[in-house]
T-cell receptor, first 114, second 112 residues
Framework: KAGVTQTPRYLIKTRGQQVTLSCSPI?????VSWYQQTPGQGLQFLFE???????NKGNFPGRFSGRQFSNSRSEMNVSTLELGDSALYLC?????????????FGPGTRLTVL | QKEVEQDPGPLSVPEGAIVSLNCTYS??????FMWYRQYSRKGPELLMY????GNKEDGRFTAQVDKSSKYISLFIRDSQPSDSATYLC????????????FGQGTELSVKP
């Protein structure tokens, strides 16, 4: 069974640009969550999607947005990039929303903002 | 103060040692507790998943949850060099969907 896949794996952008990251969940999983990982702040929750609806949102500015498609694939977008947005962005999938469903992470997309 | 505190280490042990990793938390609503292992430049891999208080064992790994003390532990027996990684604890209250709150992670090195 294939795991969570994320594309691209690496990305370099400059300040002010925008970026779109993609996540394909494990087959049969319908819930997708996004996390940002930095050395200083660790892993922080961005948002969670289920049935194409955002179910939960972390404490990030509105420049961070996401969406989910009918096939459960998800994208996240960061507009007007800042240097502080440099991070590993991780996607996790689970069968359904709720902490009682185990979440499985992808390898992440490493974003560098210059 | 962070909701979840975890000693970042680094922690270095000889091969075969018993490793103890710990997290403390402040939110008494947390009910679901997880341990993830993350190798360098990889995504976190789920190791252990526990609901409420108690112990859970899986091979060389044992997870313990003490909700009265707001303290969770992961024990690794007969540690191997391949266990060298960062170990992250994660928790959820259950009333915020799948939102997980992570500790900072403990970097573990097992020396042959």
């Amino acid at each position: 069974k294939a795991g969570v896949t994320q594309t691209p794996r690496y990305l370099i952008k400059t300040r002010g640009q925008q970026v779109t990251l993609s996540c394909s969940p494990i087959s049969g999983h319908r819930s997708v969550s996004w996390y940002q990982q930095t050395p200083g702040q660790g892993l922080q929750f961005l948002f969670e999607y289920f049935s194409e609806t955002q179910r939960n949102k972390g404490n990030f500015p509105g420049r961070f947005s996401g969406r989910q498609f009918s096939n459960s694939r998800s994208e996240m977008n960061v507009s007007t990039l800042e240097l502080g947005d440099s991070a590993l962005y991780l996607c996790a999938s689970s069968l359904a929303p709720g902490a009682y469903n185990e979440q499985f992470f992808g390898p992440g997309t490493r974003l560098t903002v210059l | 103060q962070k909701e979840v505190e975890q000693d970042p280490g680094p922690l270095s042990v000889p091969e075969g040692a018993i490793v103890s990793l710990n997290c403390t938390y402040s939110n008494s609503a947390f009910q679901y507790f997880m341990w993830y292992r993350q190798y360098s430049r990889k995504g976190p891999e789920l190791l252990m998943y526990t609901y409420s208080s108690g112990n859970k064992e899986d091979g060389r790994f044992t997870a313990q949850v003490d909700k009265s003390s707001k303290y969770i532990s992961l024990f690794i027996r007969d540690s191997q060099p391949s266990d060298s990684a960062t170990y992250l604890c994660a928790m959820s209250a259950g009333n915020q969907g799948g939102k997980l709150i992570f500790g900072q992670g403990t970097e573990l090195s097992v020396k042959p």
